[in-house]
């Protein structure tokens, strides 16, 4: 088991493109929860997935952020238009079971920058 | 609204000290909480949680401690190490069917050798 992996690590985009992240989670860990870091920030919660359900959306996710997990396995998170103000890191989290004592873990994140 | 706060934005401490980080929430429903630790371009790796039915947990050099009364939670590295330089998230699990994170905004912690 190698952890929760994010691809790519660094993106650099200029203003008006479209990007898209890949996140693979522990394998066998169902649940999957997406995350935005800003500077001086704690990490902020984004949409979570439940298998390929997607069950909850914060309203941090505008019309321009989309999110599948179309096997219950990888997860896309994709940002239409980009503006300087998307510029974050974005994280990526799994965890197993129904126990509100699960441990999430966390990807390494990848880091955008919107210009 | 800052449901998780960390009131110390950093934290100096001589190598093998104690460290002491401290957390406060304010929403009573939040039932399991977490630390992590966070180098920079990295994700947040976990260290240590409790129960809010615990009052502390002990894992090697970390311990935290949880009041409910106040709800305060702390973390406790003993002895600090420079290794241990990062900076710590206090996290509350919200619970419910989805069970998300809400951090707080972190504290930086520097070990000085």
């Known amino acids: 088991d190698t952890g929760v992996s994010q691809d790519p690590r660094h993106k650099i985009t200029k203003r008006g493109q479209n990007v898209t992240f890949r996140c693979d989670p522990i394998?066998?860990?169902?649940?999957l929860y997406w995350y935005r870091q800003t500077l001086g920030q704690g990490p902020e919660f984004l949409t979570y997935?439940?298998?390929?359900?997607?069950?909850?959306k914060s309203r941090l996710l505008s019309d321009r952020f989309s999110a599948e997990r179309p096997k219950g396995s990888f997860s896309t998170l994709e940002i239409q238009r980009t503006e300087q103000g998307d510029s974050a890191m974005y994280l990526c989290?799994?965890?197993?079971?129904?126990?509100?004592?699960?441990?999430?873990?966390f990807g390494p994140g990848t880091r955008l920058l919107v210009l | 609204d800052q449901q998780v706060k960390q009131n110390s934005p950093s934290l100096s401490v001589q190598e093998g000290r104690i460290s002491i980080l401290n957390c406060d929430y304010t929403n009573s429903m939040f039932d399991y909480f977490l630390w992590y630790k966070k180098y920079p371009a990295e994700g947040p790796t976990f260290l240590i949680s409790i129960s809010s039915i615990k009052d502390k947990n002990e894992d090697g050099r970390f311990t935290v401690f949880l009041n409910k009364s106040a709800k305060h939670l702390s973390l406790h590295i003993v002895p600090s190490q420079p290794g241990d330089s990062a900076v710590y998230f206090c996290a509350a699990n919200y619970g419910g069917a989805t069970n998300k994170l809400i951090f707080g905004t972190g504290t930086l912690l520097a070990v000085q050798p």
């Open positions: 394998s066998e860990h169902n649940r």
């Open positions: 997935f439940q298998n390929e359900a997607q069950l909850e």
């Open positions: 989290a799994s965890r197993h079971g129904t126990s509100y004592q699960e441990t999430q873990y």
